[in-house]
């Protein structure tokens, strides 16, 4: 083990603390690096930065929390990591700082002990600075991890409105839609209508499998299309029409390849997570990604999800929606590397384990009712048609299914509302393409909703960072049935290390 990792198993040692932060200053027109710490830290000749001084001005140096979810659901929307950190500004000296930008922009803190050398301390936050308050006494710099580079709306080029690719004079200024992984019944964008041509896609993408006319299907043809036909042009994410159609006019597509027609598409959610953070947000391909955790969503979660943008959407909530299909999550590690999970039951070998000798306070915490039912929505026509608007050959059957945005799987276990008179149906709609994988879905959180579950809030006295959320626990105390030991997941956390101490939210 590293003097690091004996750090962390000791919840008493002593702990030094290294911040680093790098706000904007407009005379630069550059960011500037300040550094900080609780003790006066000056680097070594051959560390890398040389002879830094860390002003010791730190007062407070990490207090943050994190949860997977916001529901009490443990499923939908991931919740961004919210701390703070104080530095001593009884001097005044830090006053300057005020005119500095601080919002977005990167702060880093390194955990270390007694005698550390710079190479020994461990990262223990990478994220950014929301806001800084200052009072005559202190300046406390607010925190978020790395999940604000998502808020932002999902950036789109636009059309010039000269014809061909670059659209009709019309679409002079409108975004373009964009397509990832499969999604179907899109509403394609008439981008010349002397050539019959429409894009699903800004770019290349795998395939458009499908065209259809009022609800009926077109024939996909090689060569030059006729009436009742279309060629698809995967390189510039378009296909032609033979003939003007006689109402609107939806496909079915394998979304962006930027590889080129079939090359690099991606349909799972971990793959368009990636693909959405190195693509579209500016996160580096490996070095922010952590890659042992995305190999091991898309081996448990390998179903076909996709996603159709057409109007302003934050990037956000892409990324909620295709975990979400899959009962995932994501978020951020603490070296700031993107991570992503699934959520199951606990694991049955626990990455630590405490007892009434760390457990300061204990409390057992409601839980959501029971599920009986869980329905989950698939297949989405992003372009749903009134039965009007349906053309008459269509069967009544289709002409009913393409006014419906969803279909349905669902699962259920009767006995649970023997048990729970008030157990619950929960539906959702998800980003999942097919019916068996969204009733696999549906099974699986029958599974882990239906059953008793039990939620857990402990406050520890052990050192903070050495635990990630999504991991396994295991706590035994003479109480609530925890006597012999039991495995819960942590699914929330706060780190206080101005006392050392730790506050899991923990469930199973």
Sequence with gaps: MSRFDDLLSDAYAGRRYLVVVEPFDPALGATRT?????????????????NAWYEPRL???????????????????????????TLNNADGGLDGLAALAWD??????????????????????????????????L????????????????????????????????????????????????????????ALLYQVH????????AVYDRGLPLTKVAGVPAAGQFRSDPATGCFTLG??????????VRGDAPGGPGGGYVETAAG??????????????????????????????????????????????????????????????RAGRLTVGRLDPPATAADAEFDAVQILEIERVAVGRPLWRQKLGYGRYWRTLDPGAVAGAVDDGTRADLAEGFRYASAEDADVRTRHLLAEEAVRDTALAFAADAQAEAARRLVLFGADRDAF????????????????????????????????LVVGMVEDAAVNEVTLDLWG
């Design 457 to 488: 809030r402990v406050r520890l006295k052990v050192q903070p960072f050495a635990l990630e959320l999504g991991r396994t626990v295991r706590i035994r105390y003479p109480r609530y049935g925890l006597a012999a030991g039991r495995n819960l």
């Design 139 to 194: 300046l406390t710099v607010r925190l978020r991890d790395l999940q604000a580079r998502f808020e932002a709306e999902i950036a789109r080029a636009t059309y010039a409105g000269t014809g061909g690719t670059e659209g009709r004079e019309g679409l002079a200024g409108r975004p373009r839609p964009l397509c990832f992984g499969r999604a179907l019944r899109v509403p394609a964008v008439l981008v010349d209508p002397a």
């Design 243 to 252: 003939a003007s159609p006689a109402g609107t006019v939806t496909a079915d």
């Design 59 to 85: 007062v407070t140096a990490l207090n943050f929390e994190r949860q997977l979810f916001s529901g009490g659901r443990l499923q939908g929307r991931s919740v961004p990591g919210f701390g703070a950190l």
């Design 272 to 333: 368009l997570v990636r693909r959405l953070a190195t693509a579209r947000a500016g996160f580096a391909d490996p070095a922010d990604l952590d890659l042992d955790a995305f190999a091991a969503l898309d081996a448990v979660a390998p179903a076909p999800v996709g996603m159709f943008v057409a109007d302003e959407t934050p990037l956000v909530d892409l990324l909620d929606a295709l975990v979400d299909a899959v009962g995932g999550h994501y978020g951020f590690d």
């Design 104 to 137: 977005g922009r990167r702060v880093r803190v390194w955990l270390g002990g007694d005698g550390f050398a710079l190479a020994e301390f461990g990262l223990v936050f990478d994220g950014t600075a929301d806001q800084v308050e200052f009072d005559d006494l």
């Design 34 to 50: 300040l550094r900080f710490s609780g003790h006066g830290f000056v680097t070594a000749p051959g560390d890398d930065p040389p």
């Design 202 to 209: 800004d770019g290349p993408i795998a395939e458009v499998d």
